[in-house]
């Protein structure tokens, strides 16, 4: 039983390229959600989506920043122009659809570093 | 705006001692999770902790949680190196969302 599977992880980018990273949910899991970690800092919430649907994304960048988890493959978090500011780990979660379990499972993350 | 805070953000002990990280929040929720994370890697989940009151205790670690002080505590009993890790608390920011609000994290280092 996979966990949560992301790729790439590690990502170099120049600025202003593009950086796509993906994820893969737990087997059985209808819920994604993408978290940010900045050096030396906790996760913070960047969006949450079920599938074909974006939930909740308070926490996107208004710009630059999107995020889908189609029907069918994995979701993906695209970066468009990427800036230094953008260097980070992002880490993906997945969640099961019945709001008892109580269980959250994270990714081993995908670390991007823009040069 | 839910704020999570943890002390001390820097840790650092001897094996053999016992010591305590603390987590804050700032408003009510119904769940409080315990993770760890080694550098470069992903979080292990530790603790879930879901009433007031309730405590779970794993190996050399012990959480607890008091939901009407908005405060839960790690405990760590006599800390071995293998411990070395930074500790994150989070809170869930809105009722079975999973949607996590964390801390900075506390930055553990057991010397030997």
Redesign the interface.
């Known amino acids: 039983n996979a966990g949560v599977m992301q790729n790439p992880r590690h990502l170099v980018r120049r600025r202003g390229q593009e950086a796509r990273l993906r994820c893969s949910p737990m087997k059985g899991h209808s ?1 994604v ?1 993408w ?1 940010r970690q900045l050096p ?6 960047m969006v ?1 989506l079920q599938k074909e649907n974006i939930i ?1 994304e308070s926490g996107m960048p208004k710009e630059r920043f999107s995020a889908e988890f189609p029907k069918e493959g994995p979701s993906i978090l695209r970066i468009q122009q990427v800036v230094r500011g953008d260097s980070a780990a992002y ?1 993906c ?1 997945s ?1 099961p659809s019945d ?1 008892n379990r ?8 995908s ?1 991007l570093t823009v040069v | 705006e839910l704020k999570v805070e943890q002390n001390p953000l820097f840790l650092s002990m001897q094996e053999g001692k016992n010591y305590t990280i603390y987590c804050n929040y700032s408003t009510t929720s119904d769940r409080l999770y315990w993770y760890r994370q080694d550098p470069g890697k992903s979080l292990e989940s530790l603790f879930v902790l879901l009433s007031n009151g309730a405590v779970k205790q794993e190996g050399r670690l012990m959480a607890s949680l008091d939901t009407k002080a908005r405060l839960s505590t790690l405990h760590i009993t006599a800390a071995v190196h293998d411990l070395s890790a930074t500790y994150f608390c989070a809170v869930d920011l809105e009722s079975g969302s999973e949607k996590l609000v964390f801390g900075k994290g506390t930055k553990l280092t057991v010397n030997p």
């Open positions: 819920h959600y978290y030396e800092e906790g996760l913070k919430f949450y909740d880490f979660a969640s709001p109580n269980t959250i499972y994270f990714g081993e993350g670390w």
